[in-house]
């Protein structure tokens, strides 16, 4: 899993963050015949208060999916890429619907700096703007 961090910015840009000891755990699910080519994952929201949000909404979190690379606009998009096609498969959207969700609903940037020659680039979508 990684490195336990109390604290950290957003784009971990010094080498380190606030180390800590950690206990996670962690729920994967098999998605058969899908490649992915980088991290996605069910994230929680940070920080409730910075989004309006209903508190429905906030509890369903973020769907997250990354590009990770050494060119940071071929990393965006790979996590876009990623994001498109979670939106079709997973909420049925056309390919259309699924880009404009992108651009209206998505936030892309920089997570991660540190690790030289590779970036990693994440794009986050709100899961709660779906009907379930």
């Known amino acids: ?12 840009i010094c080498v380190t963050a606030i180390e800590t000891l950690m206990g996670v755990t962690c729920r994967f699910k098999v998605i058969k ?5 980088s991290p996605q994952a069910i994230v929680p929201l ?6 309006g949000l209903t508190p ?9 999916t990354t590009g990770v690379g050494p060119d940071l606009m071929s990393d965006a998009k790979q996590a876009v890429r990623a994001m498109i096609e979670w939106l079709v498969r997973d909420q049925g959207l056309s390919l259309h619907e699924a880009y404009a969700i992108c651009s209206v609903a998505g936030d892309l940037k920089i997570s991660e700096i540190v690790d030289v020659p590779n970036w990693v680039v994440s794009m986050t979508v709100p899961r709660g703007i779906f009907v379930s």
């Open 1 to 12: 899993v990684g490195d336990g961090h109390m604290a950290q910015g957003d784009g971990e």
């Open 33 to 37: 015949n899908t490649i992915i080519e």
């Open 46 to 51: 940070a920080n409730p208060t910075d989004f």
């Open 56 to 64: 429905e909404m906030r509890a369903k979190g973020f769907y997250q």
